[in-house]
C-alpha cells in the first residue's frame, strides 16, 4: 500500500499486468488495482515529468493566480540566471577576438542551439529511463558511451553541413573549419552531459527532472562557446 505511484505503473507495465492486489503491512488484502488506475498514474506522473523538465516544481492549474504561478517558476529561473551570467563570462573572455570577426558574434548562436537541443535530446531520453528504472549500475556505462558517440556522429554530420553553410554565406575556409570543429567538440559533450548529469544528480537523491535541464544547458552554453571562441583565438 505504500510503494510509489511510479514504481506501481513500472510494475504492470514490466509484467503486463490487467489488475493487482493492494496489502498492508500485515499482508492482508485491502483493494485492487486495476488498469485503468494505472493509466490515470501514467497520465499523471507524465505531466509532472513534463513540468519538472520545464524547471516547475509544482503542477499549474488554469485557475492558479499570477502570484502562485510566479513563485513556482521562480527559483530555476533565478538559478537559470546565474549559469547565463556564467555563460556570458566566458564570451568575455575571448571580447578581443570577437571584436576582430564579427561573423563569430553572429554563429555563436548556432553552436549554442545545436549544443542546448542535443543535450536536451539525451536528457529526456535519459529521464524517460531513469523513471521506468531500465537505466541501473549494470548497463549505465553502456548508455553513456551509447549517448557519447552518438553525439559524436551528430557532431561530424552537422560540423559538414554547418561548415559548408557558412562557406557560402561569409566564403571564408577558416571561419567554417572553426565552426565546423566547435559543432564537434559541443555536440560530443552535449551527449555525455545529457546523461552524465542527470545520472549524478539521481545519485545524489536530486530529481533530475526538476534540476538537470539547467545545468545541462550551462554545459553545452560554456562548452560551446569556449571551444568556438577559444580556437578562433589561435587561428584569427
Known sequence: ADLDKERVGNIFTQYNLVSAGVVDKEQKLIG?????????????????DALRLGGIGAAEDISDNPVETSKNRFWWL?????????????????ENTIQKVIALAVLMPIVASMGGNAATQTLTVTIQLIASQ?????????IINREVVTGLLNGLVFAVITGVFVYFWFHDLKISILIGAAMIVNLTVAGL???????????????????????????????????????ASLFV
Open 78 to 94: 533565478l538559478i537559470n540566471l546565474f549559469t547565463a551570467v556564467l555563460a556570458s563570462f566566458v564570451i568575455g573572455i575571448f
Open 134 to 142: 531500465q537505466l541501473n549500475a549494470k548497463n549505465v556505462m553502456k
Open 32 to 48: 485492487v488495482i486495476t488498469g485503468d488506475d494505472v493509466v490515470t498514474i501514467v497520465k499523471e506522473e507524465a505531466v509532472e
Open 193 to 231: 552531459a545529457g546523461i552524465a548529469i542527470p545520472v549524478t544528480l539521481n545519485k545524489m537523491k536530486i530529481d533530475p527532472a526538476v534540476s538537470a535541464t539547467v545545468f545541462v544547458t550551462t554545459v553545452t552554453d560554456v562548452v560551446g562557446f569556449f571551444a568556438f571562441l577559444g580556437i
